[in-house]
């Protein structure tokens, strides 16, 4: 079975930089992919990570290590909007494309 | 452009009646995908449709659940004698061939 490990909850203030991490186990790999859910919206893609390293896209960064099972998002110069859930997913069938999700992490910013 | 759209926003229903759930994709994705995601928790996939082949249903959870997708774009979810476990928000998403899924604003099913 597939199962992905990101912690809970994580409090930060503004301007600060916070990074989540995510452990995972599946049957296959082909990316690690990061959603981020405002409450009651709708997920939207942050990033996509393939390959070894790090992924940088303005403020957000994302980083995977295929060997050790293991990926992380790290959020720069915190702002009070980026207050939401973060989910990292896993894709692990070569055709389908469907995405086996993580149970989030809820990010509170301070001001 | 238009996004993926989803309709009701909210259902409530009682326990033991069938509802329908509407998802309208973006014009153009090949993909499309149901989840439903329940209070706090992350998403868990219920079915895959790509173009015209066979859907994926491998993530219904009951044969109560049934999907379809007409004319390759429009896909309704039915759910039979709903119980109260199935109260969730149940999104759709697409996505053209890329791995970036696009999410529409989810149905907010509630059973009573």
């Known amino acids: 079975g597939q199962s992905l490990e990101q912690p809970s909850e994580v409090t930060a203030v503004e301007g600060a930089i916070v990074q989540i991490n995510c452990t995972y186990q599946t049957s296959g790999f082909y990316g690690l992919s990061w959603y981020q859910q405002h409450d009651g919206g709708a997920p939207t893609f942050l990033s996509y990570n393939a390959l070894d390293g790090l992924e940088e896209t303005g403020r957000f960064s994302s980083f995977l290590s295929r060997s050790d099972s293991y990926g992380y998002l790290l959020l720069q110069e915190l702002q009070m909007k980026d207050s939401a859930s973060y989910f990292c997913?896993?894709?692990?069938?070569?055709?389908?494309?469907?995405?086996?999700f993580g149970s989030g992490t809820r990010l509170q910013v301070q001001p | 452009g238009a996004g993926v759209s989803q309709s009701p926003s909210n259902k409530v229903t009682e326990k033991g009646k069938d509802v329908e759930l509407r998802c309208d994709p973006i014009s153009g994705h090949t993909a499309l995908y149901w989840y439903r995601q329940s209070l706090g928790q992350g998403l868990e996939f219920l079915i895959y449709?790509?173009?015209?082949?066979?859907?994926?249903k491998s993530g219904l959870p009951s044969d109560r659940f049934s999907a379809e997708r007409t004319g390759g774009s429009v896909s309704t979810l039915t759910i039979q004698r709903t119980q109260q476990e199935d109260s969730a928000v149940y999104l759709c998403?697409?996505?053209?061939?890329?791995?970036?899924?696009?999410f529409g604003p989810g149905t907010r099913l509630t059973v009573l």
């Open positions: 998403a697409s996505n053209p061939g890329t791995d970036t899924q696009y």
């Open positions: 997913a896993v894709r692990d069938e070569g055709g389908r494309r469907a995405l086996t």
């Open positions: 449709f790509q173009g015209n082949s066979a859907p994926d």
